[in-house]
């Protein structure tokens, strides 16, 4: 039997590049959204998944801890903007 796996672009899927705010810093954060995963890269060296859940909160799944209010900024760059 094939899994076959819902593999079309979802809304918004792509690349993202933009400045936070992060530990009293600015840095660039990168975003690579694929269906309901969030790919986050801040500074290069900090690293998290985020997953979009069905009633578009957004949950991490992985990586380094990052605060609530780090996690609705993206969100709100990325699914809102």
Same mark, same amino acid.
């Given at each position: 039997m094939i899994? %076959?796996?819902d593999t &079309?672009? *979802?809304a918004k899927d /792509?690349?993202?590049e933009f400045l936070i705010n992060y530990s009293e810093r600015e840095l &660039?954060?990168?975003?690579e959204k694929e269906q309901n995963k969030l790919h986050v890269?801040?500074?290069n060296n900090i +690293? *998290? @998944?985020l @997953?979009? %859940?069905p009633d578009g909160s957004l949950t991490q799944a992985s /990586? +380094? *801890?990052l605060p609530e209010s780090t996690i609705e900024f993206i969100k709100k760059h990325i699914m809102e903007g």
């Open positions: 899994d %076959q796996k &079309t672009p *979802a /792509g690349k993202y &660039t954060c990168r975003v890269f801040i500074d +690293n *998290a @998944e @997953e979009l %859940q /990586g +380094n *801890a």
